[in-house]
T-cell receptor
């Protein structure tokens, strides 16, 4: 597609439920990032993939968060046993080059997760 | 927090005025980027400035970078109501971190 696509657009989960958020990056883009954005805050880095390799997962807040990109294209962010503090917008971004490339990154519209 | 700081947190100006936003970051960088975010939407890349550049222009946007102070500024000239949005700087080095953002309101 022409842009980064994220689904679902909105997700309401009951506390303790597992959720899976999907990101379809731009075809051929090497780098993929996940960010968490709380209301009124800037995006917080979660994890980074270069192709299928997860090179940095230092931002994942707990072991309940897991991300994968098995074929180097579509990525899934999974949150197990969701808590209310997980409520946020989850943003995905991709870029043609690797980390530190001299170019901008294309963001999806995000998935708004609400844990009730 | 991962994030750098941006100021002001909120800015309200009249259409036609200039808007200036400042950003400070924490680590050494390869480049610094500015993004715009409309309410409920993803981020849109506006402009990139490399670590060896001091100033860059793109249309009504002017970005400066001072690596000795680990700071950057974004100037939007002749603002329009459609410029109303949140603006974030992103520092790209060993990490890819966003600032806390400036909420800009341009009053018609």
């Amino acid at each position: 597609g022409a842009g980064v696509s994220q689904s679902p657009r909105y997700k309401v989960a009951k506390r303790g439920q597992d959720v899976a958020l999907r990101c379809d990056p731009i075809s051929g883009h090497v780098s993929l990032f996940w960010y968490q954005q709380a209301l009124g805050q800037g995006p917080e880095f979660l994890t980074y993939f270069q192709n299928e390799a997860q090179l940095d997962k230092s931002g994942l807040p707990s072991d309940r968060f897991f991300a994968e990109r098995p074929e180097g294209s579509v990525s899934t962010l999974k949150i197990q046993r969701t808590q209310q503090e997980d409520s946020a917008v989850y943003l995905c971004a991709s870029s043609l080059g690797g980390w530190g490339q001299q170019g901008g990154y294309t963001f999806g519209s995000g998935t708004r997760l609400t844990v009730v | 927090s991962q994030q750098g700081e941006e100021d002001p947190q909120a800015l309200s100006i009249q259409e036609g005025e200039n808007a200036t936003m400042n950003c400070s970051y924490k680590t050494s960088i390869n480049n610094l980027q500015w993004y715009r975010q409309n309410s409920g939407r993803g981020l849109v890349h506006l402009i990139l400035i490399r670590s060896n550049e001091r100033e860059k222009h793109s249309g009504r946007l002017r970005v400066t970078l001072d690596t000795s102070k680990k700071s950057s500024s974004l100037l939007i000239t002749a603002s329009r109501a459609a410029d109303t949005a949140s603006y974030f700087c992103a520092s790209i080095g060993n990490q890819f971190y966003f600032g806390t953002g400036t909420s800009l309101t341009v009053i018609p």
